[in-house]
């Protein structure tokens, strides 16, 4: 005698996930748990004829869920056993290989309770109901050759029970097929009354209205997620929606005892593939078009149509019985036959008070009771009916304390923004670092007034979360916010955003994080200025004036610049007739004469030895850079003589003009410094302007102090 099914395995190595998914079912069933696929081959091996179902994750060490059910599959113990994948593993790589080795739906975590009892105890029942419907099927077939009249009414219980499953996986109610077979009735008698072409017999209209009762039966193959997705289809699951009249031809083809009325069949086959198919050609599977489709195939069709409409069902509410007749009537649900809609019309009137009588077919239901049993239990099995509440409750709370003592000891602030009920938690670090509330209850307003994060890193900020997709859930971004005793500091955001499984574009939840990373920055802009500096003069060093010039040439410019070359005439005999020490002295004066001359926005930079770069913004005269070098030649000549130099001090200046002389860093570098090697040529102690006539020796432009007077 075949054992009761009234166990539940569930396969993860994460001890919550068991425990929660124990506490949804232990109330009905005796649960089993393995924290690995190794285990739950054991499991399944010793207790396969007893699983009524196995929830299964897809990651977990040792033996992943995948490779286990390669393994259960090669030992026939899932033959009669479906497999349930509840895994937070959504590629669709392996997904599809969960599907071929014959899993019967997906759950992705995290998931609805509610949701997900009632797909797994639909499924449950739908294998309950297939495995009583073969019993039923075979204890039939024995006594056909002598009884005729029996298998008769074993195919209309048959095809009440296949029905029913299919109403029960597609959470429909219960009077569905009855209204079908009835609707389907009324106008093949209607439609022969109006017209003798359609005129049939009372057992042909009974056959016809029978085999309308199976219309829908291919839909047993179609995965839970699909069949029951209360929003749009995709193109991809509308796809294999529509595989569904095919699979239910496969489903008639095996059922021998419907083979043996030829005619019979013949209408259960036709109705079940073509009850989709269009007037216009516009249906499915086959494209048919016009009076190529049967005439009781269309009546189906319009009897599933009216009955949709003013149905509920996951995806839509009921409109009105005058809505559906008028949406009908305007073909919004598509072409039908000009006879059978002027039939359907007329009828219509009198549909609601005939389907709300009780002439219907009775519909044969299968009640299963589950069976007061002894809980197992043995070392690889938990009885859940015993404190479970206080279970989940206990690792609920270790897990809180866990991730709150992670957050505590990392000192960086976690936040948490729900976006469905506009809320946003953070962790206990934000109150110590901004003085503010750790729970935000308007997500929305706050986001619009809080202050603490400057105005440009928040546009920043707003940029970066505007630009999330599915793909690219994550960003991360620099910021400077002001803490509880008003300093500014830098801290680095991390996002991610989690998007709805079940509605497309989305976002159900932002998760994240603050990082401090504001000593980071201070000693890296530290390191920065030390490797820009020049040691001696404390001034800027090349690296520096040239990365300045690269930033300036990168602005919209609405004023010309200046970039001129300077070098101290004969440094060298300064260095050899007072020493290094001494001429150190002198280039750190000359650094300051320099910067003195100049205005604060220019930039001053030594760039090796007694060679200085200036650049000069904002030159709306073109001679200001002559006078300033005119001044500044007087005042280091002035210097030589107050330091007693032995040697004459002074200065050679080339300079390029932008955006004359060129639009890039190395043209203008370029230009000042041929201009800087003419004014040596020439003599020193003067600046020379570059122009075209430098490129072609020996004509230069050379201005000298007289000249600029």
Partial sequence: MEKQKDKILIVDDVELNRAILCELFAGDYEILEADNGKTAVELMQQYHEEIAIVLMDIVMPIMNGLEALEIMNAKGLTEKTPIFLITAESSNDAISKGFRLGVVDVVLKPFNPDNICQRVNNIIELYRYRYKLENLVQEQMNKIEKQNEQLRNFNVA??????????????????????IRQLTKIMLKELGRQNAEYKMSDKTIEDISMAAALHDIGKIAIPDYILNKPGRLTAEEFAIMKEHTLYGCEILESIDSLKQNKEQYRYHYNICRWHHEKWDGSGYPDGLIGKEIPIYAQIVALADCYDALTSVRCYKGAFTHEESVKMIEKGECGAFSPDLLQCFLKIAPSLPEILQSDDGLPAVVYHYQHPNTEKFSGKKCYSCDMDKNSRVARLLEIEREKQKALFAMSGDIFFDVDLEKNTIAFSDEYHKV??????????????????????????????????????????????????????????????????????????????????????????????KGKAESDVLTKLGNRAYGERLLQQLLCEPQQEKAAVMFLDVDNFK?????????????????????????????????????????????????????????????????????????????????????????????????????????????????????????????????????????
């Avoid at 001429?583 to 320099?594: F, K, P, T």
């Fill in 573 to 709: 005999m300064v260095n050899d007739r007072h020493g290094h020490l001494f001429g150190d002295e002198v280039l750190c004066r000359i650094a300051n004469e320099i910067s003195r001359q100049f205005r604060t926005d220019d930039i001053v930079c030594r760039i090796g030895g007694d060679e200085f770069l200036i650049i000069m913004r904002n030159i709306r005269d073109l001679h200001l850079p002559v006078v300033k070098v005119d001044d500044l030649r007087a005042g280091i000549e002035r210097l030589g003589r107050e330091a007693d130099i032995q040697v004459p001090l002074s200065v050679s200046v080339g300079v390029s003009f932008y955006p004359v002389d060129g639009t890039d860093e190395k043209t203008l570098l370029h230009k000042a410094d041929k201009a800087l090697y003419e004014a040596k040529k020439r003599g020193k102690n003067n600046c020379v302007i570059y122009s075209k006539e430098l490129e072609a020796e020996p004509f230069m432009s050379q201005i000298t102090v007289a000249e600029s007077e």
């Fill in 434 to 527: 901004f003085d503010r509330d750790c729970f935000v209850d308007d997500a929305a307003e706050y986001n619009k007034n809080y202050d603490h994060v400057l105005p440009e890193d928040k546009v920043r900020l707003d940029e970066a979360f505007s630009r999330l997709t599915e793909e690219n859930p994550r960003y991360e971004e620099d910021v400077r916010a002001i803490d509880k005793f008003g300093d500014l500091r830098w801290y680095k955001i991390y996002v991610n955003a989690i998007w709805d499984k079940e509605e497309p574009d989305v976002i159900k939840s932002v998760v994240g994080r603050m990082v401090n990373i504001d000593k980071m920055k201070r000693e890296i802009g530290q390191w």
């Fill in 158 to 179: 048959m095809i009440d029970t296949l029905s029913t499953i299919v109403e029960f996986r597609d959470c429909e109610s219960g009077q569905h097929v009855q209204r």
